[in-house]
């Protein structure tokens, strides 16, 4: 533990100290991505809060935070907290708000029109190894995808090569369920017989850049693993073909239960995935901003 964060474990034994054990279990055990630290944190200072022990756990555990220069921390973790909170039961007021604002900054959106203009090349070439190196490179970088060194491109470019057989069915299925079922189906059979999440490597950055693939270069039914959009649903974080099912399933949900909503605020080339996408990526990466 570094001196300027808040104290993770004195804080879980100070609330067991004081007959809260099941909020430091419940927060102990959260699964929060990413931002498992911080919203830890959050966590614990908005409990220590709410039950008038927050100042004395800081004279006794984090002197630092009692005088004025360590107060930002504190004040910043409830902020965290607070946001987080808000955006447990998401509305369409708050999805709007978060697409317009993920739509008015011009570094997002001209990323994302150069992006879809280098995928739009990409597919002008044979469906042969040469287009799915350039796809997957271009996935790689707009996504930002860290730990993701060449030598596992090029395997991940010949592995999409060797199962374009069980992509190219998905592209043809209409109507939402059929579409549901037929991704899933999709997923299970990339699980059971192709090595594109091998066992080896940063199993994180490697679903989050199938998911982007699927959805860009597949089907754009086929939700985004993005830490940001997991942290406003919640949902399972294991980096598993398993997993990434349970969060198509979640997603499309939260597609289903705000249609209209989505279907007014899309743009002609996205999907009502992508839109839902968009607003949940602002929203969480807006949870933990230090603004």
């Known amino acids: 533990m570094e001196e300027h964060d808040f104290p993770l474990q004195p804080a879980y034994e100070f609330l067991r100290s004081k007959r809260l054990a099941n909020d430091a279990s419940a927060i102990r055990e959260a699964k929060f991505g990413s931002n498992d630290k911080i919203m830890k944190r959050a966590s614990l200072v908005a409990v220590l809060a709410e039950n ?3 100042e004395s756990f800081l004279a006794r555990n984090w002197p630092k935070a009692t005088v004025p220069e360590g107060r930002p921390e504190i004040e910043w973790l409830k902020k965290v ?3 987080y909170q808000k955006s447990r039961a998401l509305t369409c007021e708050q999805i709007e708000g978060a697409i317009r604002r993920h739509d ?11 992006f879809r203009k280098a995928l739009e090349a990409a597919r002008k070439l044979p469906p042969l190894l040469g287009r799915f190196v350039a796809e997957v490179w271009v996935v790689a970088d707009w996504g ?3 730990f993701f060194p060449f030598t596992d491109r090029f395997a991940m470019a010949e592995e999409i090569e060797r199962v374009q057989s069980l992509l190219s069915p998905i592209r043809s299925l209409d109507g939402w369920d059929a579409e549901t079922k037929g991704l899933l189906r999709v997923v299970d059979e990339l699980a059971r017989s192709t090595a594109l999440l091998p066992r080896d490597g940063d199993g994180r950055s490697q679903l989050s850049f199938l998911s982007k693939y699927l959805h860009f270069c597949v089907s754009d039914a086929f939700a985004i693993w993005d830490s940001n959009a997991r942290l406003v649903l919640g949902g399972d974080d294991a980096a598993t073909w398993e997993s990434y099912k349970k969060w198509i399933v979640q997603v499309r949900a939260e597609v289903a239960k705000h249609r209209e909503c989505l279907e007014r605020l899309k743009t002609p080339v996205e999907s009502l995935v992508r839109t839902l996408d968009k607003a949940l ?3 969480g990466r807006e949870i933990v901003s230090e603004k």
């Open 104 to 114: 008015s900054d011009p570094r997002l959106t001209g990323d994302e029109a150069a």
């Open 281 to 283: 990526y602002t929203i």
């Open 81 to 83: 907290h607070e946001r």
């Open 52 to 54: 008038d022990l927050l």
């Open 144 to 146: 930002s995808i860290e």
